[in-house]
Every structure is written in structure tokens, then in C-alpha cells.
């Protein structure tokens, strides 16, 4: 027989059976204990609203209320969840997606695949991606792909705006390549390009006796190399320039005389020369 009366689970403790107070008079052969997780006993449901508040110790929940806790997540707090594995994540038209960390570590905020499959971030008005402390973009097995298919002039921009701000494109032996024109529409604009050592493409040599050999380990037999006279330095003639290339080895700047094609050996110029690469 079922008691009709049982403990309250206002005390949090353990309920144990209680002794009827009167056998004889008391019919109740039995009290059953609300349920705990060490004692059998009864149960009583949560509502939606008991679910969603997740504050009361002593109800249960059944699948429904699950659902409805799960629509209607809290906050997680200081604790770090545990991995979790995801199909889909989304939201409604009027609620934004937002992940964020006061976390002053390097790597804060993550997204990360394991296997061989990809991260894709789509949107229909744009993505915006804001960090005070830089954003990183890496892949292992695969390339990172910015892309854009709208029809604009400027359909993707890289842009630093601080003043003393820019934007730096690093790589491997491959470079960069870009297959279309290349503009410096900003006044006052320039191209800078590294030199001063054996393996750079620009710099400056001085001609003896109408010729000069610069060591250039990166040269090749196709590449196309520029000269212009910056100081003739006291030379008493002077020759057009022509030049040879020995492939990933040096090149030779020669001043000719353009009736003879002879050396011109008085010609002792400081010359400039840059070097690009046919494709």
C-alpha cells in the first residue's frame, strides 16, 4: 500500500522510510521516499519553465522539457564545455551569431577541423570578422580561399586603416600570383622592391674596364635585366650596355661601342639594373 502522504524534498537531504506514528491507527504500512540518487522512490515532473530555469534540485526531466532546454539555452559559464559534434548550428533571421572570448591568448577563439573536411562561413549580406588582437587564418592539408563572385570593382578588399597601418602578403618559394592587372592608384604611390644582396633582382654595379660581373644566384637564362647609367665617374667614353647571363650563377654588364660592338674600357659608369622574369 502507497502512502498518500510522502517527504518533501525542501531539505535536499535524504528522505528516509518514515515509521508510521501510530501502527495500530495508521493503515500506512509504508511511506515511500521521494527519489534521490541513492534511494528509490517517487518522482515529480518539472514544467518547461522549471527546465529552462534549471534551478530546481528536486524534479525531473522528462525528453519535452530536454527539448525545451535545449531551444532555450543559458549561459555556459566559467567552465569550458566538453567537445561537442555538430551537424548543423543556426538561428533565426532576427538573433545574431556571435562567438566571443575576453581570453588575452593568443589563440582565443578557434574553429577547427580534424579531419581532412573544411571550414565554410557563408553569408548573404557579408561576413565581418573583427579582432583587436589580429586574426589568423591557417590550413594544413589545403589552401585558404578568400573569395567573392559579385560584380563590383572592388568585390574583395584587404584593408588596414590605422595610420601607420598596412598589409603584408608573406609566402613560400611559389610567391604570389596575380592574374590580372596590378594598379598603384594612390598619389605619391611606389613600388618597392628588396635589394643589396646576391639573390635580389635590383641594385647597382660599377663598370672596369667597360664591364662588370654581379653574382646573382637566382637569375635565369630568360630574365630580363634593365640598365641605366647613374654616375659616369670620370669615364673618358661611353658605350650602350648589353648583357649575358650565366643561369643562377651571375651576369655581365658590358658597355659597347655601338660602331663596333667593341668594349668601351674607358667607360667606368656606376650603373643601376633591376631584373624581372618572363613568364
Known amino acids: 500500500m502507497v502512502c498518500s502522504k510522502s517527504c518533501k524534498c525542501e531539505s535536499l537531504k535524504e528522505n528516509a522510510v518514515k515509521a508510521p506514528k501510530n501502527p495500530k491507527k495508521d493503515k500506512c504500512k509504508c511511506r515511500t521516499p521521494y527519489a534521490s540518487t541513492t534511494v528509490k522512490g517517487t518522482v515529480k515532473l518539472s514544467t518547461d519553465e522549471e527546465a529552462i530555469a534549471g534551478t530546481n534540485k528536486c524534479k525531473v526531466i522528462t525528453p519535452a522539457n530536454l527539448t525545451a532546454r535545449l531551444q532555450s539555452p543559458g549561459p555556459i559559464g566559467s567552465v569550458l564545455p566538453g567537445p561537442g559534434s555538430f551537424t548543423e548550428f543556426s538561428v533565426n533571421a532576427e538573433d545574431p551569431v556571435k562567438i566571443s572570448s575576453s581570453n588575452n591568448a593568443f589563440n582565443a577563439i578557434e574553429l577547427e ?20 588582437g589580429g586574426i589568423s587564418l591557417f590550413a594544413k592539408q589545403d589552401a585558404v580561399f578568400l573569395t567573392s563572385d559579385v560584380n563590383l570593382p572592388s ?29 598603384l592608384s594612390g598619389p605619391g604611390k611606389k613600388l618597392g622592391v628588396k635589394g643589396g644582396l646576391s639573390t635580389d633582382f635590383i641594385g647597382q654595379a660599377t663598370l672596369v674596364a667597360g664591364s662588370v660581373t654581379v653574382a646573382n644566384t637566382n637569375i635565369l637564362a630568360n630574365d630580363r635585366i634593365f640598365i641605366s647609367r647613374n654616375n659616369i665617374n670620370g669615364s673618358t667614353s661611353l658605350g650602350v650596355f648589353d648583357y649575358s647571363i650565366t643561369p643562377n650563377t651571375s651576369f655581365t654588364i658590358r658597355s659597347l661601342n655601338p660602331a663596333d660592338a667593341s668594349v668601351q674600357t674607358n667607360d667606368v659608369s656606376t650603373v643601376s639594373y633591376f631584373i624581372v622574369r618572363q613568364l
Open 113 to 132: 577541423t580534424t579531419g581532412s573536411g573544411s571550414i565554410s562561413i557563408n553569408s548573404s549580406d557579408g561576413v565581418n570578422v573583427v579582432a583587436e
Open 155 to 183: 568585390a574583395l578588399l584587404l584593408t588596414a586603416t590605422g595610420v601607420n597601418s598596412g598589409i603584408e602578403l608573406k609566402t613560400g618559394s611559389s610567391g604570389v600570383d596575380i592574374n590580372s592587372d596590378l594598379a
